[in-house]
């Protein structure tokens, strides 16, 4: 004999599942936006040098899910992509990539996301380990020193 489940189990599982399809959503969705980002170092430096910027390198991974928040939240909106693209030349990288794993063992990068602010020389101006909201982020921006 079959009995039926208490109305309250449905809708219970019913609203977790709803909830998860949101979360995993929300973790990784990230609208297409203007940010133009460099995958060259040295090209950046050479960039930098010219226009009297500084480099923001964002090391990432297609797996990081905060990262991708961080590109929503962040590298998505007008405000904070007008600041960046006026104080310095952000560069991607992505640390899944063979050829980057010197580039990372140099700025001891353990965890993603990680934003690096250098000089056109490569020296650590400021950095920020882990999801960054908005506001603090445009506050590094700043606060940083122009070359």
Not at 37 to 59: E, G, R
Not at 104 to 123: L, M
């Amino acid at each position: 004999m079959k009995t039926k489940s208490h109305p309250f189990w449905r809708w219970f599982w019913l609203t977790f599942l709803v909830v998860s399809l949101w979360y995993a959503w929300y973790s990784f969705y990230v609208p297409s936006n203007d940010m133009v980002w460099n995958d060259d170092m040295v090209s950046a430096q050479k960039l930098a040098d010219s226009s009297d910027k500084n480099i923001m390198l964002f090391f990432t991974g297609e797996w990081c899910s905060p990262c991708r928040i961080m590109k929503r939240e962040i590298f998505g909106d007008k405000e904070a992509m007008n600041a960046i693209n006026a104080k310095v030349i952000p560069v991607e990288i992505n640390i899944d990539d063979p050829n980057v794993k010197e580039l990372a063992k140099h700025y001891n990068i353990g965890a993603t996301p990680t934003t690096v602010f250098i000089d056109s020389e490569g020296n650590v101006i400021d950095y920020a380990v882990g999801k960054v909201g908005k506001t603090k982020f445009l506050e590094i921006l700043k606060n940083l020193n122009l070359p």
